[in-house]
Protein backbone atom coordinates (compact mmCIF):
# COMPACT_ATOMS: atom_id res chain seq x y z
CA UNK A 1 0.00 0.00 0.00
CA UNK A 2 1.05 3.60 -0.67
CA UNK A 3 2.75 5.61 1.92
CA UNK A 4 1.51 9.38 3.16
CA UNK A 5 4.20 10.95 0.77
CA UNK A 6 3.08 8.59 -1.92
CA UNK A 7 -0.16 10.17 -1.90
CA UNK A 8 0.83 13.56 -1.83
CA UNK A 9 3.00 13.07 -4.77
CA UNK A 10 0.61 11.93 -6.81
CA UNK A 11 -1.78 14.97 -5.57
CA UNK A 12 0.88 17.66 -6.25
CA UNK A 13 0.47 15.87 -10.09
CA UNK A 14 -3.03 17.21 -10.10
CA UNK A 15 -4.60 20.60 -11.72
CA UNK A 16 -2.93 23.51 -9.76
CA UNK A 17 -6.58 25.46 -9.90
CA UNK A 18 -9.06 25.21 -7.80
CA UNK A 19 -8.12 24.73 -4.47
CA UNK A 20 -4.96 26.28 -4.19
CA UNK A 21 -6.85 29.89 -3.89
CA UNK A 22 -9.39 28.09 -1.41
CA UNK A 23 -6.19 27.49 0.62
CA UNK A 24 -4.57 30.51 0.54
CA UNK A 25 -1.01 28.80 -0.51
CA UNK A 26 0.60 27.76 -3.90
CA UNK A 27 -0.73 24.23 -5.22
CA UNK A 28 1.31 21.42 -3.78
CA UNK A 29 3.07 23.43 -1.18
CA UNK A 30 4.07 21.49 1.77
CA UNK A 31 2.10 23.42 4.32
CA UNK A 32 -1.23 23.22 1.94
CA UNK A 33 -0.42 19.13 1.69
CA UNK A 34 -0.42 18.96 5.43
CA UNK A 35 -3.13 20.79 6.12
CA UNK A 36 -5.04 18.90 3.65
CA UNK A 37 -3.68 15.48 5.02
CA UNK A 38 -5.16 17.12 8.65
CA UNK A 39 -8.25 17.90 7.71
CA UNK A 40 -8.73 14.25 6.09
CA UNK A 41 -7.42 12.50 8.87
CA UNK A 42 -10.89 12.14 10.97
CA UNK A 43 -12.99 9.01 10.77
CA UNK A 44 -16.07 11.39 9.62
CA UNK A 45 -13.99 13.47 7.38
CA UNK A 46 -13.12 10.74 5.37
CA UNK A 47 -16.42 9.36 5.33
CA UNK A 48 -17.57 12.66 3.91
CA UNK A 49 -14.66 12.57 0.86
CA UNK A 50 -15.74 9.30 0.13
CA UNK A 51 -19.32 9.68 -0.79
CA UNK A 52 -18.51 13.29 -2.28
CA UNK A 53 -16.22 10.99 -4.53
CA UNK A 54 -19.35 9.80 -6.13
CA UNK A 55 -21.10 13.50 -7.52
CA UNK A 56 -22.73 16.34 -5.66
CA UNK A 57 -24.07 16.38 -1.91
CA UNK A 58 -26.33 18.54 -0.25
CA UNK A 59 -25.70 19.05 3.30
CA UNK A 60 -28.89 17.46 4.12
CA UNK A 61 -27.96 14.26 2.28
CA UNK A 62 -25.21 14.09 4.10
CA UNK A 63 -26.96 14.26 7.43
CA UNK A 64 -29.59 11.94 6.69
CA UNK A 65 -26.55 9.36 5.28
CA UNK A 66 -24.06 9.71 8.49
CA UNK A 67 -26.79 10.29 10.88
CA UNK A 68 -24.99 13.62 12.32
CA UNK A 69 -26.46 16.96 13.28
CA UNK A 70 -26.56 19.57 10.85
CA UNK A 71 -23.99 21.65 12.32
CA UNK A 72 -21.66 19.00 13.07
CA UNK A 73 -21.51 18.28 9.30
CA UNK A 74 -21.03 22.01 8.55
CA UNK A 75 -18.41 22.27 11.11
CA UNK A 76 -16.52 19.01 9.08
CA UNK A 77 -17.16 20.65 5.64
CA UNK A 78 -15.87 23.95 6.92
CA UNK A 79 -12.48 22.29 7.37
CA UNK A 80 -12.59 20.36 4.18
CA UNK A 81 -13.44 23.69 2.31
CA UNK A 82 -10.62 25.40 4.38
CA UNK A 83 -7.70 22.94 3.05
CA UNK A 84 -9.16 22.99 -0.31
CA UNK A 85 -10.28 19.31 -0.48
CA UNK A 86 -13.45 20.12 -1.81
CA UNK A 87 -15.70 23.08 -3.62
CA UNK A 88 -19.60 24.08 -2.62
CA UNK A 89 -21.67 26.23 -4.55
CA UNK A 90 -25.11 27.42 -3.40
CA UNK A 91 -28.34 27.40 -4.71
CA UNK A 92 -30.78 30.01 -2.65
CA UNK A 93 -30.42 28.22 0.69
CA UNK A 94 -29.30 24.76 -0.31
CA UNK A 95 -25.48 24.31 -0.80
CA UNK A 96 -23.86 21.57 -2.63
CA UNK A 97 -20.42 20.27 -2.19
CA UNK A 98 -18.41 18.04 -4.63
CA UNK A 99 -14.36 17.54 -4.48
CA UNK A 100 -12.43 19.70 -5.53
CA UNK A 101 -10.69 19.73 -9.59
CA UNK A 102 -7.52 20.42 -8.51
CA UNK A 103 -4.29 18.84 -6.02
CA UNK A 104 -7.13 18.70 -3.04
CA UNK A 105 -9.79 16.91 -5.08
CA UNK A 106 -6.71 14.94 -6.56
CA UNK A 107 -5.69 14.01 -2.71
CA UNK A 108 -9.04 13.23 -1.38
CA UNK A 109 -9.49 10.91 -4.49
CA UNK A 110 -6.25 8.93 -3.92
CA UNK A 111 -7.76 8.28 -0.15
CA UNK A 112 -11.13 7.87 -1.41
CA UNK A 113 -9.45 4.96 -3.68
CA UNK A 114 -7.83 3.01 -0.27
CA UNK A 115 -10.78 3.08 1.56
CA UNK A 116 -12.25 -0.46 1.92
CA UNK A 117 -15.43 -0.80 0.42
CA UNK A 118 -16.24 -3.96 2.39
CA UNK A 119 -15.17 -2.11 6.03
CA UNK A 120 -18.71 -2.23 7.97
CA UNK A 121 -18.89 1.51 8.38
CA UNK A 122 -18.14 2.31 5.00
CA UNK A 123 -20.84 -0.24 3.53
CA UNK A 124 -23.58 1.05 5.88
CA UNK A 125 -22.78 4.57 4.36
CA UNK A 126 -22.92 3.14 0.57
CA UNK A 127 -25.70 1.49 1.51
CA UNK A 128 -27.77 4.57 2.23
CA UNK A 129 -26.18 7.22 -0.17
CA UNK A 130 -28.02 3.97 -2.53
CA UNK A 131 -31.22 4.77 -0.80
CA UNK A 132 -30.83 8.20 -1.01
CA UNK A 133 -30.53 7.74 -4.37
CA UNK A 134 -33.54 5.77 -4.93
CA UNK A 135 -35.80 8.46 -3.25
CA UNK A 136 -34.47 11.11 -5.53
CA UNK A 137 -34.89 9.35 -8.05
CA UNK A 138 -38.36 7.96 -7.56
CA UNK A 139 -39.33 12.44 -6.74
CA UNK A 140 -37.64 13.13 -9.73
CA UNK A 141 -39.47 11.02 -11.63
CA UNK A 142 -42.77 11.23 -10.22
CA UNK A 143 -42.26 15.49 -11.32
CA UNK A 144 -41.13 14.29 -14.85
CA UNK A 145 -44.54 12.15 -15.25
CA UNK A 146 -46.11 14.76 -14.21
CA UNK A 147 -44.72 16.85 -16.76
CA UNK A 148 -44.28 14.20 -19.45
CA UNK A 149 -47.93 14.50 -21.51
CA UNK A 150 -46.85 18.29 -21.82
CA UNK A 151 -43.31 17.83 -23.45
CA UNK A 152 -44.67 14.54 -25.63
CA UNK A 153 -47.20 16.41 -27.10
CA UNK A 154 -45.09 19.19 -28.29
CA UNK A 155 -42.14 16.05 -28.92
CA UNK A 156 -44.76 14.67 -31.41
CA UNK A 157 -44.59 17.74 -33.58
CA UNK A 158 -41.10 17.92 -34.81
CA UNK A 159 -38.25 15.53 -35.94
CA UNK A 160 -36.98 12.20 -34.14
CA UNK A 161 -35.13 12.88 -31.04
CA UNK A 162 -32.43 10.99 -32.16
CA UNK A 163 -32.07 12.43 -35.01
CA UNK A 164 -31.51 15.53 -33.98
CA UNK A 165 -29.27 14.06 -31.38
CA UNK A 166 -27.29 12.57 -34.13
CA UNK A 167 -26.73 16.13 -35.93
CA UNK A 168 -25.49 17.62 -33.09
CA UNK A 169 -22.92 14.65 -32.28
CA UNK A 170 -21.82 15.33 -35.91
CA UNK A 171 -21.79 19.19 -35.40
CA UNK A 172 -20.34 18.99 -31.97
CA UNK A 173 -16.11 19.48 -31.23
CA UNK A 174 -14.82 15.89 -30.62
CA UNK A 175 -12.92 17.22 -27.76
CA UNK A 176 -14.65 19.69 -25.10
CA UNK A 177 -12.70 20.96 -22.13
CA UNK A 178 -15.45 23.37 -20.53
CA UNK A 179 -19.13 22.62 -21.76
CA UNK A 180 -21.66 24.72 -20.35
CA UNK A 181 -25.60 23.82 -21.10
CA UNK A 182 -27.70 26.79 -20.60
CA UNK A 183 -31.14 25.82 -19.44
CA UNK A 184 -30.28 22.25 -19.08
CA UNK A 185 -33.69 20.97 -18.44
CA UNK A 186 -33.24 17.19 -17.94
CA UNK A 187 -29.83 17.44 -18.76
CA UNK A 188 -29.95 15.19 -21.94
CA UNK A 189 -27.78 17.07 -23.52
CA UNK A 190 -24.92 16.35 -21.11
CA UNK A 191 -26.04 12.82 -21.33
CA UNK A 192 -25.45 12.81 -25.02
CA UNK A 193 -21.73 14.87 -24.95
CA UNK A 194 -20.91 13.27 -21.87
CA UNK A 195 -18.09 11.04 -23.71
CA UNK A 196 -16.84 14.33 -25.10
CA UNK A 197 -15.54 16.85 -22.11
CA UNK A 198 -13.51 17.10 -19.51
CA UNK A 199 -16.19 18.77 -17.07
CA UNK A 200 -19.24 20.30 -17.82
CA UNK A 201 -21.89 22.60 -15.79
CA UNK A 202 -25.33 22.94 -16.65
CA UNK A 203 -27.60 25.95 -16.00
CA UNK A 204 -31.57 26.35 -15.45
CA UNK A 205 -33.93 28.16 -13.10
CA UNK A 206 -36.00 25.25 -12.55
CA UNK A 207 -35.44 23.28 -9.10
CA UNK A 208 -37.72 20.92 -10.44
CA UNK A 209 -35.64 20.42 -12.97
CA UNK A 210 -32.24 19.72 -11.35
CA UNK A 211 -33.36 17.80 -8.98
CA UNK A 212 -34.12 15.49 -12.01
CA UNK A 213 -31.36 16.45 -13.64
CA UNK A 214 -28.72 15.47 -11.17
CA UNK A 215 -30.64 11.71 -11.24
CA UNK A 216 -30.15 11.27 -14.45
CA UNK A 217 -26.61 12.63 -14.45
CA UNK A 218 -25.63 10.43 -11.83
CA UNK A 219 -27.31 7.15 -13.16
CA UNK A 220 -25.45 7.74 -16.09
CA UNK A 221 -22.13 7.78 -14.39
CA UNK A 222 -21.33 11.86 -14.96
CA UNK A 223 -19.45 12.39 -11.99
CA UNK A 224 -17.30 15.03 -14.26
CA UNK A 225 -20.75 16.81 -15.02
CA UNK A 226 -22.50 19.00 -12.60
CA UNK A 227 -26.21 21.21 -12.70
CA UNK A 228 -26.82 24.10 -10.98
CA UNK A 229 -29.21 26.70 -11.07
CA UNK A 230 -28.64 30.04 -12.67
CA UNK A 231 -29.66 32.93 -14.76
CA UNK A 232 -29.40 32.52 -18.35
CA UNK A 233 -28.90 36.34 -18.67
CA UNK A 234 -26.37 36.66 -15.79
CA UNK A 235 -24.16 34.19 -15.73
CA UNK A 236 -21.59 32.82 -13.15
CA UNK A 237 -18.42 33.52 -13.11
CA UNK A 238 -17.60 29.42 -13.06
CA UNK A 239 -18.44 29.55 -16.59
CA UNK A 240 -16.40 31.55 -18.41
CA UNK A 241 -13.75 30.48 -20.90
CA UNK A 242 -15.92 27.82 -21.80
CA UNK A 243 -14.77 26.39 -25.29
CA UNK A 244 -18.03 24.95 -25.95
CA UNK A 245 -22.09 26.65 -24.91
CA UNK A 246 -24.95 24.62 -25.90
CA UNK A 247 -28.98 26.32 -26.18
CA UNK A 248 -30.75 23.22 -26.61
CA UNK A 249 -34.28 24.70 -27.10
CA UNK A 250 -34.18 27.48 -24.98
CA UNK A 251 -34.65 30.56 -26.88
CA UNK A 252 -38.24 29.88 -27.71
CA UNK A 253 -38.98 30.63 -23.92
CA UNK A 254 -37.39 34.08 -23.83
CA UNK A 255 -38.40 37.46 -24.56
CA UNK A 256 -35.30 38.80 -25.31
CA UNK A 257 -33.50 36.07 -27.14
CA UNK A 258 -30.64 37.93 -28.52
CA UNK A 259 -29.85 39.36 -25.42
CA UNK A 260 -29.05 35.44 -24.20
CA UNK A 261 -27.13 34.61 -27.03
CA UNK A 262 -24.98 37.62 -26.16
CA UNK A 263 -24.39 36.52 -22.76
CA UNK A 264 -23.41 32.82 -23.55
CA UNK A 265 -20.83 34.61 -26.48
CA UNK A 266 -19.58 36.71 -23.32
CA UNK A 267 -18.59 33.18 -21.90
CA UNK A 268 -16.53 31.92 -24.54
CA UNK A 269 -13.17 31.08 -24.74
CA UNK A 270 -11.45 32.88 -27.67
CA UNK A 271 -12.33 30.81 -30.21
CA UNK A 272 -15.09 29.00 -29.03
CA UNK A 273 -17.67 27.78 -30.57
CA UNK A 274 -21.59 28.28 -29.13
CA UNK A 275 -24.52 25.78 -30.28
CA UNK A 276 -27.87 26.98 -30.77
CA UNK A 277 -30.39 24.18 -31.78
CA UNK A 278 -34.13 25.55 -31.86
CA UNK A 279 -37.08 25.56 -34.21
CA UNK A 280 -36.96 27.00 -37.34
CA UNK A 281 -40.23 30.05 -37.86
CA UNK A 282 -43.85 28.69 -37.58
CA UNK A 283 -46.65 29.61 -37.43
CA UNK A 284 -48.08 27.20 -34.35
CA UNK A 285 -49.62 30.51 -31.96
CA UNK A 286 -51.23 27.14 -29.37
CA UNK A 287 -47.66 26.73 -28.66
CA UNK A 288 -47.00 30.64 -27.58
CA UNK A 289 -51.26 30.81 -25.63
CA UNK A 290 -50.95 27.03 -24.28
CA UNK A 291 -47.20 26.16 -23.73
CA UNK A 292 -45.15 29.79 -22.55
CA UNK A 293 -43.37 30.00 -25.67
CA UNK A 294 -42.52 33.83 -26.52
CA UNK A 295 -41.16 33.08 -30.16
CA UNK A 296 -42.49 30.74 -32.75
CA UNK A 297 -39.34 30.04 -34.21
CA UNK A 298 -35.82 31.80 -35.39
CA UNK A 299 -34.61 32.07 -38.72
CA UNK A 300 -30.56 31.86 -40.14
CA UNK A 301 -30.40 35.53 -40.51
CA UNK A 302 -31.70 36.01 -37.03
CA UNK A 303 -29.20 33.80 -35.73
CA UNK A 304 -26.49 35.00 -37.46
CA UNK A 305 -26.84 38.61 -36.72
CA UNK A 306 -27.39 38.02 -32.95
CA UNK A 307 -24.06 35.85 -33.24
CA UNK A 308 -22.52 38.72 -34.83
CA UNK A 309 -23.62 41.75 -32.63
CA UNK A 310 -21.51 39.91 -29.94
CA UNK A 311 -18.63 39.66 -31.57
CA UNK A 312 -18.82 36.23 -33.40
CA UNK A 313 -19.68 34.64 -36.45
CA UNK A 314 -21.91 32.45 -37.90
CA UNK A 315 -19.92 28.96 -39.04
CA UNK A 316 -22.46 26.42 -39.83
CA UNK A 317 -26.56 25.80 -39.63
CA UNK A 318 -28.46 22.83 -40.41
CA UNK A 319 -32.25 21.97 -40.96
CA UNK A 320 -34.16 18.63 -39.53
CA UNK A 321 -37.48 18.73 -41.13
CA UNK A 322 -40.21 16.91 -39.26
CA UNK A 323 -42.55 14.09 -41.57
CA UNK A 324 -45.73 15.65 -42.71
CA UNK A 325 -48.48 13.78 -41.16
CA UNK A 326 -52.12 14.03 -40.81
CA UNK A 327 -52.51 17.17 -42.46
CA UNK A 328 -50.76 19.27 -39.76
CA UNK A 329 -47.68 21.49 -39.96
CA UNK A 330 -44.73 20.30 -38.04
CA UNK A 331 -41.99 21.82 -36.96
CA UNK A 332 -38.75 21.96 -37.90
CA UNK A 333 -35.62 22.25 -36.04
CA UNK A 334 -32.66 24.59 -36.59
CA UNK A 335 -28.77 23.78 -35.45
CA UNK A 336 -26.55 27.02 -36.01
CA UNK A 337 -22.38 27.07 -34.84
CA UNK A 338 -21.18 30.26 -33.95
CA UNK A 339 -17.67 31.33 -32.93
CA UNK A 340 -16.14 33.77 -30.94
CA UNK A 341 -13.44 35.99 -32.21
CA UNK A 342 -9.75 34.16 -31.83
CA UNK A 343 -8.45 36.86 -30.41
CA UNK A 344 -10.49 38.77 -27.51
CA UNK A 345 -11.70 42.27 -28.30
CA UNK A 346 -8.95 45.09 -27.33
CA UNK A 347 -6.37 42.80 -28.53
CA UNK A 348 -6.20 42.30 -31.86
Known sequence: MSTVPDLAATAAGGSPAGDAREAGKPAGSLNALTLALKAAGEDTRLRILSLLAGGERSVKD????????????SRHLKLLLEAGLIDRHREGTWAFFRLSEGVGGALA???VERLDSADPIIARDLSRLDALRAAHHDEASAYFARNAAEWDSI???????????????????????????LGTGTARMLEVLGGRFQR??????????????????????????????????DLPAEVRGADFVMMHQVLHFLADPAAAVREAMSILAPGGTLMIVDFEPHALEFLRTEHAHRRLGFSTTQISAWIAEAGGSLTGSDSIAAPSADGRERLSVGLWAGQAASVPEGRA
Do not use: F, W
Request: glycine share 6%.
Open 62 to 73: LTDILNQSQPRI
Open 155 to 181: RSLHADDGEIEDAILKAAPQAINLMVD
Open 200 to 233: AVGLDQSQDMLTYARTRLERAGLSHAQVRRGDIL
Open 109 to 111: RAL
